[in-house]
């Protein structure tokens, strides 16, 4: 640059001087999905169907559902595969436009990439069970969040221990909620 700037020479010797070939970017192995995955495009009618039809779901059982899901691999649609897949446990009181209520949320994350490797984009799979706002035990655990890295099983075990979650687990749901979109 310092030669270029005081004209020891001219644009076009820099050009060649400081001119690379491009590098050719590896590819990364696109894992192959295993034929016991569901497809992503599938993934909330699969866990709206293993809940019970009746809106009164408890929240262990939601729970039960969810890590049995969560525990079976999903594919995405080619050329797209699934890059990342992790779980987050959520509570708090919200109102999303349906009332307030208090919220305990098991949601699945899933980073989408394309077969360079590219990121693509994001997927979350929730259930969310919605309880009354003026329950004073809920109301007293505020918000929080946990989520579960690499290890869904030291997951599911802290989960467990949470108190949003043991509290939770003696309440009576008002109802609860299976989404699926694109963030």
Not at 7 to 26: D, Y
Not at 100 to 120: A, I, M, N, P, S
Request: glycine fraction near 8%.
């Amino acid at each position: 640059m310092r030669r270029l700037a005081t004209g020891e020479i001219t644009w076009e010797e820099f050009a060649k001087v400081t001119k690379k070939g491009l590098i050719p970017k590896e590819r990364p192995e696109v894992p192959v999905a295993s034929a016991e995955a569901i497809p992503l495009a599938g993934a909330r009618d699969e866990l709206a169907a293993r809940l019970s039809g009746d809106t009164a779901v408890g929240l262990e059982e939601a729970w039960r559902v969810f890590v049995e899901c969560a525990r079976q691999p999903v594919a995405a649609a080619p050329p797209l595969y699934v890059e990342n897949d992790m779980c987050l446990f959520q509570w708090g009181a919200y109102d999303w436009g349906e009332g307030q209520h208090f919220e305990c949320d098991f949601t699945r994350q899933f980073v989408l990439h394309d077969t360079d490797g590219d990121y693509d984009h994001m997927e979350q799979l929730s259930l969310a069970l919605l309880f009354d706002a003026d329950d004073s035990d809920l109301a007293k655990l505020g918000s929080g969040d946990l989520w579960s890295g690499d290890d869904l099983e030291k997951w599911v075990q802290e989960v467990e221990k949470l108190d949003a979650f043991r509290i939770g687990s003696t309440k009576a749901p008002r109802g609860h909620r299976v989404q699926q979109s694109e963030v």
